[in-house]
């Protein structure tokens, strides 16, 4: 696979095949560790690589040609399966790591059912990775990648110098980001402002992200599609662009953090029949407290986020690339 060399990289088109190239090869650094099931990190390298190279070929098929198989759609298929199994993985991680060793025996005991059925649904969902890595979907999206690099095919607006296109890359994405209805969980509106809803009990929260948690979920997403599509560009900004990297990875992963609880929770719900209070009572006021904890470390980004200021230098760093 050959690519431009040069130390300075000037269009889009160099830039976007740079990318592809990068995330394309540490997919398939990682796949035969994964098909073999050897290593729980190789399956997390496996699918931030399958994620960002969604990312990449999704937003630079502007100005790249790209093969029939090589579609944002099939990449995400792969990825999701990767995914599914990777949840699994953390499942396990945290009900291990963070909550198990603060149980009493009786709970530790009552735990192992849950061990149990998270190992028959992991040996179903691996089975399905296998199959999905071995079949011909993967092959095609793989081997026309392959192809494409050793020759890539350009659009027009390949040949544009990178400065002149880089903000309108990232600004849709910086107002999808900016204008989610996720920052408004947990407000309300006072005289046009926007206000955080202060000092609530541990009952009142659970009641609103039983009600609103699939939107914070979802902006958690987009957070991290801006997330990596800001990184493909950390090079050609500055200091301030490199913060705002660092914060949007904060919020994705204490939305994260809160979500995981949410999903550990309901799926403990489903192994005992809804009786986890009844069998696992201390596990589940410790999920709880998980999600308390993260919403007081959510709310102070919240605020910064939801103020005009912080808004409109978020803009202003995206206009203004060094180059």
């Given at each position: 696979?050959?690519l431009?060399t040069?130390?300075?990289?000037k269009?889009?088109?160099d830039?976007?095949c740079?990318?592809?190239?990068k995330?394309?090869?540490?997919?398939l650094k990682?796949?035969?560790s994964?098909k073999k099931?050897e290593?729980?990190?190789?399956l997390?390298?496996?699918r931030?690589?399958?994620?960002r190279l969604?990312?990449?070929?999704?937003?630079?098929?502007i100005?790249l040609?790209?093969?029939?198989?090589?579609t944002?759609k099939n990449?995400g298929k792969?990825?999701?399966?990767?995914?599914?199994l990777?949840?699994l993985d953390?499942?396990?991680?945290?009900?291990q790591?963070?909550y198990?060793?603060?149980l009493?025996?009786k709970?530790?005991d009552?735990l192992?059912?849950?061990?149990?059925?998270?190992t028959?649904?992991?040996e179903?969902?691996l089975?399905?990775?296998?199959?999905?890595?071995?079949?011909?979907?993967?092959?095609?999206?793989k081997e026309?990648?392959?192809?494409w690099l050793?020759k890539p095919s350009?659009?027009?607006?390949?040949?544009?110098?990178?400065g002149?296109?880089?903000?309108?890359?990232l600004l849709?994405?910086?107002?999808?980001?900016?204008l989610?209805?996720?920052?408004?969980?947990g407000t309300?509106i006072?005289e046009s402002?926007?206000?955080?809803?202060?000092n609530?009990?541990?009952?009142?929260?659970?009641?609103?992200?039983?009600k609103?948690?699939?939107?914070?979920?979802s902006l958690r997403?987009?957070?991290k599609r801006?997330?990596?599509?800001?990184?493909?560009?950390?090079?050609?900004?500055?200091e301030s662009y490199?913060?705002?990297?660092?914060?949007?990875?904060?919020?994705q992963?204490?939305?994260g953090?809160?979500?995981?609880?949410?999903v550990?929770a309901?799926?403990?719900?489903?192994?005992?029949?809804?009786?986890?209070?009844?069998?696992?009572?201390?596990l589940?006021n410790?999920l709880?407290e998980?999600r308390y904890?993260?919403?007081?470390?959510?709310?102070p980004?919240q605020?910064?986020?939801l103020k005009?200021?912080?808004r409109?230098?978020?803009?202003?760093?995206?206009l203004?690339?060094?180059?």
């Amino acid at each position: 696979m050959k690519l431009a060399t040069e130390p300075t990289i000037k269009t889009l088109g160099d830039y976007a095949c740079q990318a592809i190239q990068k995330h394309f090869k540490k997919t398939l650094k990682w796949e035969k560790s994964v098909k073999k099931d050897e290593d729980p990190e190789a399956l997390h390298q496996m699918r931030v690589g399958m994620r960002r190279l969604r990312t990449a070929v999704s937003r630079f098929e502007i100005a790249l040609d790209f093969p029939k198989p090589v579609t944002d759609k099939n990449i995400g298929k792969i990825a999701r399966r990767l995914g599914n199994l990777r949840d699994l993985d953390v499942l396990k991680e945290s009900l291990q790591t963070n909550y198990k060793p603060h149980l009493s025996h009786k709970e530790q005991d009552s735990l192992q059912t849950a061990f149990a059925a998270l190992t028959k649904q992991r040996e179903d969902v691996l089975s399905s990775v296998q199959k999905t890595l071995k079949d011909e979907p993967y092959k095609s999206l793989k081997e026309a990648l392959k192809d494409w690099l050793e020759k890539p095919s350009y659009r027009q607006l390949a040949s544009v110098d990178i400065g002149k296109v880089l903000p309108d890359l990232l600004l849709p994405e910086v107002s999808n980001f900016l204008l989610h209805p996720g920052w408004l969980v947990g407000t309300y509106i006072e005289e046009s402002e926007v206000k955080i809803q202060r000092n609530w009990q541990q009952e009142k929260l659970e009641a609103e992200l039983t009600k609103e948690g699939e939107i914070l979920h979802s902006l958690r997403k987009q957070a991290k599609r801006i997330r990596y599509q800001m990184e493909l560009f950390t090079d050609l900004y500055g200091e301030s662009y490199a913060a705002y990297i660092t914060e949007i990875k904060n919020i994705q992963e204490i939305l994260g953090t809160m979500q995981d609880s949410v999903v550990l929770a309901e799926w403990l719900m489903d192994v005992f029949d809804s009786e986890i209070h009844t069998q696992l009572p201390t596990l589940a006021n410790l999920l709880a407290e998980n999600r308390y904890q993260m919403w007081q470390q959510w709310q102070p980004l919240q605020e910064r986020y939801l103020k005009a200021d912080t808004r409109h230098s978020f803009h202003l760093t995206i206009l203004h690339p060094i180059l």
